[in-house]
């Protein structure tokens, strides 16, 4: 249905139309009818115009507000006040109406809103909750976490001895006042205030995060920071005139928009646009990891396989996890021991073994590679076996084979878990893979196991050392994607690569 041929419809219908209908076929036909408005009252909503960026963005988030309100004035205008009965009112002009309103609305929201970062608490993030701090004696405090610290602490001097208790009250008191300067944990990825540290060594305080070591051996991080709205308040609007009011409107709001503002949830047109940059930088990542890969192609280097399946790795994480791999290609800082690296090594294992077997061609003869630890391949040290203890979900890297290289040579200590073959349960002798959530070079994490449970681990172990057999492919190749990557999105090199 086009044009007017909605409105007859809806007029026919109007004594035995349902809600169900409403989203069926009435507003996906309301939407392609006002479809030439949207262009002129989302450019006024959100004060773009056609040629500015984001204007497309623009109209796609008032098209879907629209929805909703289109939805909400249909159901009055057949239900609530049953206005088809009536026949001066025109559906068509009731539904104009609703839109310029909506139009007007979010203007005038948007210009209200000049928003401000500022620091928020990094552990009341975590359950989506947003707290911003304060200053106080040069740290920050969070009254979210004091408030509920005294509490428990409260309980805890009233005999409550409950071991979890305790640990929360470690963890709430650990934020409740903290420093500015923070660092990245090398397990979870989250910041760590350094005002946790003592005598330089530090330990993750989140739960089940078991990081720990000397704080300089860390990168730093900056602290988690929120959308706030930085303008005078007024308690009610209405004390301006109309001409007073579109005059200081940009400067002053009420308190119902302030609060309102410091929702944890973005508006739709916040989340269009992360949405849409994260759909341009995965694409962009895709396009560059398919033109490298053709180059690795036409080569006929002995290494060819493994290039070209880390790239098919890197491609299938990307599918995987989209917003993981934005960050560990489109973004300059990264560490080593991120355990997305280890995922895509794994992922890479996994194609590498269902690969074979295949024939490699170096030093001018043919070569068969049988095995995941055939020395040509350079990709697994050897198969490692060791003994340990499941400790709260954890089964700890102890393999014993050590990495001592360089031109000094350098103990790198134990061999990282390459790849998992499996667990042994060692208490009921039976195998428990499927209890195996997921591991990383250092750790595997399990559940349904109890802690203490004693465990044989047997895995294809490689050095611990990021520069060394299979994990060359790794870093050199995220190196020559993240050059790519940067330049296509500031046109210019970068002037350092890691």
Known sequence: ?????????????????????????????????????????????????PYERGFDLAINSFKEQS???????????????????????????YLNITLKNLSSAIYWENKASKK????????????????????????????????????????????????????????????????????????????????????????CPYEKCDEFGDINLFLKMSHPRGFAVRQDLSLDREFASDREFASVRSSVTTLHDYLKSNSINSNSFDLMEM?????????????????????????????????????????????EVPGDMVRYLCHRKFLSSDPLQAKIFQKYGNLLENYLPFTMIKGGREIDIMSLTAPELSSFSGVSEY??????????NETKEEYIGG????????????????????????????????????????????????????????????EMEGMVFLQRIRRKLVDSIYFRLNNKKREMSR
């Not at 809806?10 to 009818?33: G, H, T």
């Not at 929805?67 to 002009?93: G, I, M, Q, V």
């Not at 003994?387 to 700890?396: G, N």
């Not at 790849?419 to 994490?445: A, G």
Request: hydrophobic share 30%; proline share 3%; with cysteine.
């Open 1 to 49: 249905m086009i044009k007017e041929e909605i409105f007859d419809e809806l007029k026919k219908k109007s004594a035995i139309l349902k809600e169900s209908d409403f989203n069926e076929w009435v507003i996906p036909s309301l939407i392609k009818y006002y479809n030439s408005k949207f262009k002129y009252l989302g450019g006024h909503a959100y004060n773009l115009k």
């Open 67 to 93: 929805k909703e309100k289109l939805h909400s004035a249909l159901n009055t205008y057949f239900f609530k006040k049953e206005h088809w009965k009536d026949s001066n009112r025109n559906l068509n002009a």
């Open 116 to 203: 401000t970062s500022k620091l928020v608490c990094p552990l009341c993030k975590e359950s989506n909750r947003r707290e911003y701090l304060h200053a106080e004696n040069k740290k920050l405090r969070c009254d979210n976490c004091t408030k509920k610290s005294e509490d428990i602490l409260s309980e805890i001097r009233k005999g409550n001895n409950n071991h979890n208790l305790q640990q929360e009250f470690i963890i709430l008191s650990a934020f409740s006042l903290h420093s500015s300067e923070g660092i990245r944990c090398y397990g979870c990825m989250k910041f760590i205030p350094k005002s946790l540290a003592k005598d330089d060594f530090i330990t």
């Open 275 to 319: 949405k849409s940059d994260l759909s341009f930088k995965v694409n962009l990542i895709k396009e560059v990891i398919d033109s490298q890969k053709d180059t690795v192609k036409r080569s006929d280097k002995s290494t060819k396989v493994q290039k070209l399946l880390m790239y098919d790795a890197m491609w299938e994480m990307t599918e």
């Open 387 to 396: 003994e340990s203890k499941v400790d709260s979900d954890i089964i700890p």
């Open 407 to 466: 031109r000094k040579y350098k103990n790198y200590g134990p061999c990282f878990i390459g790849k998992l073959i499996s667990v042994y349960n060692l208490k009921t002798n039976e195998f428990v893979n499927e209890n195996v959530v997921e591991y990383t070079f250092s750790k595997i994490i399990v559940r349904d196991l109890e802690s203490g449970t004693p465990v044989k681990v047997t895995h294809f172990r490689i050095p611990s050392h990021y």
